[in-house]
């Protein structure tokens, strides 16, 4: 009887890590999820302030984009 029991509650338990787990990954996903957004409203804002024509304005804009990539790179951060 003791022993149904606690098989029972290694049961849930071990159902709950797994709930655990995946949320923690989606917590992370999430995350990522944020770091991408910010790097996109910060390349709009950037757009918006850049004078010149929209093509020459997103030139610019992947331009800055790709040297900010290479500093993060060179100081050993992930890149957006």
Sequence with gaps: M????VKKLEAQV???KKIVEG???RIEEITELKKTVGDQQRRIDDLE????TGDEAILKMFQEAE???RESEEKGEPSA
């Design 49 to 52: 302030k850049w004078p010149g």
């Design 67 to 69: 040297a900010q990539d």
């Design 14 to 16: 071990t159902e709950l």
């Design 2 to 5: 003791v022993e149904d029991r």
């Design 23 to 25: 949320q923690q990954k």
